[in-house]
């Protein structure tokens, strides 16, 4: 399972940038993902993520205080890509965003813990700048 982050790139602070995480040729629908960012000499914190499939296609999310009314976690299980849209950026924003994952069926998830998630992305970076 190879994960894929885009999106990422340079915007002004107040802008809006939408990442996607993928996983070419392998579906993530029984897969909680997770969405961590690591600034510069500072530590990977969690950002939010978004339940895998249970016997439903209800989902459940989690969000980091400082993130909250102006990140939106989202998936389709009609289609692969789990989505970041990240609203309203300010520039304690940048960093490296990586999508990670592991294997659950529970309507559940956290970020407190990324050592619970196995698959890693590469990361995309976002830069908030004027």
């Known amino acids: 399972l190879q994960l894929v982050e885009s999106g990422g790139g340079l915007v002004q602070p107040g802008g809006s940038l939408r990442l996607s995480c993928g996983a070419p040729?392998?579906?993530?629908?029984?897969?909680?993902v997770g969405w961590f960012r690591q600034a510069p000499g500072k530590e990977r914190e969690g950002v939010s993520c978004?339940?895998?499939?249970?016997?439903?296609?209800?989902?459940?999310?989690n969000y980091a205080e400082s993130v909250k009314g102006r990140f939106t976690i989202s998936r389709d299980f009609a289609t692969n890509p789990i989505y970041l849209q990240m609203n309203n950026l300010k520039p304690e924003d940048t960093a490296v965003y990586y999508c990670?994952?592991?294997?659950?069926?529970?309507?559940?998830?956290?970020?407190?813990?990324?050592?619970?998630?196995?698959?890693w992305g590469q990361g995309t970076q976002v830069t908030v700048s004027s």
């Open positions: 990670a994952a592991y294997r659950s069926i529970m309507l559940y998830c956290s970020t407190e813990q990324a050592s619970d998630y196995g698959y």
């Open positions: 978004i339940s895998g499939r249970d016997v439903t296609t209800d989902t459940i999310t």
């Open positions: 040729e392998f579906l993530l629908d029984y897969y909680a």
